[in-house]
């Protein structure tokens, strides 16, 4: 089914009125939030730094990192267990979209990723930290879900998450907060409901985790995946996956549609984000551009998703504008 609105940066020239049918889990303090948000930092840009994850503090190193993505392939390949069964048709789109992107040979030579990023949108005011990821760097393992910001809250302080256990620590190791379990501090909430700073680190940190390493994370051998109808929008036909996630990946909830441009590029991903009580989103990406040999969108504007698959273009409720990124 088309969507009713897509989020449009040439579009946009000020306020839009929003409609709030079929959203009332919407609070009414985000009706209208429009462009002003995304108007606020500049776009000043320097090079991202580089942080070894595994020179954080000890107590940011719990038993359980999550998945080892290569690691896990190898077992499963040396047991004689394949990957869950997948049409021809769906394996085409998955290569398509693997191969636009950079290939897995480049995605298994990587170690790390840095990356210079601007987070905003409404979402994080309504949590009561509207600037707390405006101008930060987030460096990442790429094969296990491992990932920090730094500057975060402070500028002499990080943030370190992992699925099991969530730390904000300044930058010689002193633990200022931690919490284990951390999505199990999620439990009962609404998307009016408050978040604490570690709140904001889990959130922040395993979303930009999940985003950074599409579409390579849906070569993952628990990923159960099927090729949906393709979906029309603005004159465009892109292809779907629908993807089921396993229990072992802190993501935004088990069942995610991602959608594919006719290059391979990843346009849109809908979800309904867990933390927020099963808010439905559509997270648009653009302006794709190569770093060192993977192609990232430069672009993110998550949206309303209403029940019928249509968006609307406000309010924008996470932006993220990525300005430069090191492999390694």
Do not use: C
Request: glycine share 8%; net charge negative.
């Amino acid at each position: 089914m088309a969507a009713e609105h897509k989020y449009n940066t040439s579009e946009r020239t000020g306020m839009m009125p929003i409609m709030t049918n079929g959203l009332s889990w919407l609070p009414p303090h985000l009706v209208g939030y429009g462009r002003r948000d995304e108007q606020r930092h500049g776009t000043r840009r320097v090079r991202p730094r580089s942080r070894n994850l595994e020179q954080a503090g000890p107590r940011a190193r719990p038993v359980n990192q999550g998945f080892d993505m290569l690691g896990l392939i190898s077992e499963l390949t040396e047991l004689g267990i394949s990957e869950p069964e997948r049409t021809e048709a769906m394996r085409d789109l998955l290569q398509l979209a693997v191969h636009a992107h950079g290939g897995m040979t480049r995605w298994r030579q990587l170690t790390e990723i840095s990356a210079h990023v601007s987070i905003s949108g409404a979402l994080w005011g309504s949590k009561g930290h509207p600037d707390v990821l405006a101008d930060t760097h987030v460096t990442l393992d790429p094969h296990r879900q491992r990932i920090s910001y730094d500057p975060f809250i402070t500028a002499d302080q990080r943030s370190i998450v992992t699925p099991d256990y969530t730390a904000i620590e300044t930058h010689d190791g002193r633990v200022i907060a931690d919490r284990a379990n951390p999505r199990a501090a999620f439990a009962g909430h609404t998307p009016t409901t408050p978040w604490d700073e570690l709140h904001v680190a889990y959130f922040s940190g395993y979303a930009m985790w999940n985003y950074l390493t599409l579409p390579f994370l849906l070569t993952h051998p628990g990923m159960q995946l099927q090729e949906l109808e393709a979906h029309q929008e603005d004159g465009q036909a892109w292809r779907r996956l629908e993807a089921t996630f396993p229990d072992s990946l802190a993501t935004h909830n088990r069942i995610q549609t991602f959608y594919f441009d006719h290059d391979g590029l990843l346009s849109r991903h809908d979800y309904n984000a867990d933390v927020f009580g099963g808010t439905p989103a559509a997270n648009y990406s653009s302006g794709h551009k190569t770093f060192g040999g993977i192609v990232f969108p430069t672009q993110r504007r998550v949206v309303p998703l209403r029940p019928d698959g249509s968006t609307l273009p406000e309010p924008i409720l996470v932006a993220i504008d990525l300005y430069d990124a090191a492999l390694h």
